[in-house]
């Protein structure tokens, strides 16, 4: 079993800056949260099988437990990357967390 964290992020005011911020500052305070196995990130049109959906990017991490995840979270490194949200995700943005079995 492990553990996902989905950020579903809106449409910003500004797609550029938005993901010019995201790649270069965003995603490496990810990438230094402790525990974290994985991220990926959506690339182009977030879409739905009936057609576009309201999301600019959907970004997935993915923990080995829920207790690692929420360790990751509540980490410096963690805070780091929730406070840098407001910088850029002028949108807003709507974070599940989850555990996951694969069938």
């Known amino acids: 079993m492990s553990a996902k964290l989905v950020v579903l992020y809106n449409p910003p005011t500004d797609p550029s800056a938005f993901d010019a911020h995201y790649e270069a500052q965003h995603v490496p305070l990810v990438k230094a949260v402790p525990g974290l196995g994985s991220i990926t990130v959506s690339v182009g049109p977030v879409g739905t099988p009936d057609g576009p959906a309201p999301y600019h990017r959907v970004a997935t991490m993915t ?10 979270l509540g ?29």
């Open 75 to 103: 980490s410096p490194e963690g805070g780091a990357a929730a406070e840098d949200l407001a910088s850029f995700a002028t949108g807003g943005a709507t974070m599940l967390v989850f555990d996951e079995v694969e069938l």
């Open 63 to 72: 923990f080995a437990s829920m207790a690692d995840l929420q360790a990751g």
